[in-house]
């Protein structure tokens, strides 16, 4: 039997609703450009902040694709926030506000709604840091990729399990004796 699947937009709203001064703010969700760099440098940060080696001249040419010239860099929280970005402004609202807002929307489209609202809710600042969940799924992802190394499913060590090992006076063979 084939599944049926009711209409999407009965049940799932694609946009980040945002209350200021007792007002809500609906930023609509960016187009697929801006959606996947930021996703994209998102990414790569968590992975250059977890220790793994990031591809730098595939992120540049990500973003030079995208954010073409300086004043394109700077329409990234327009271009994220679409029609609020002039609302905001139209309403007077602070720039430190403002900023928290586009904040909160870029890691809306780049992490989900779930660490868009505990930035939100963390204030002015940085976001706390992600717990040991995430940053083990963060590194998970990260190793996803396979090398082209060896594929005979043998296990490597790292140089410092190497040196550890020599400075134990333990062996092994590759039977694992």
């Known amino acids: 039997m084939m599944a049926q699947f009711r209409n999407l937009d009965e049940f799932f709203d694609p946009s980040l609703r945002l209350p200021v001064g007792g007002k809500t703010y609906v930023i609509p969700p960016p187009d697929a450009a801006v959606g996947l760099l930021v996703q994209r440098l998102m990414h790569a940060g968590v992975a250059a902040q977890a220790g793994h080696e ?29 029609p609020v970005w002039a609302e905001l402004f139209a309403d007077g609202v602070d720039w430190p506000v403002i900023q928290h807002v586009g904040e909160t929307a870029l890691l809306w489209v780049a992490a989900g709604v779930d660490a868009a609202a505990r930035y939100w809710e963390a204030g002015a600042g940085e976001a706390e840091a992600p717990n040991r969940k995430a940053r083990r799924a963060a590194a998970a992802q990260a190793r996803s990729t396979r090398s082209r190394g060896s594929r005979s499913g043998s296990t490597r060590t790292t140089p410092k399990e190497s040196a550890d090992r020599e400075s134990s006076g333990s062996t092994s063979s590759p039977g694992g004796t």
């Open 54 to 82: 990031v591809d730098q001249e595939g992120l540049t040419q990500l973003a030079e694709s995208v954010l073409t010239n300086d004043s394109d860099e700077k329409e990234l929280y327009p271009r994220l926030l679409g």
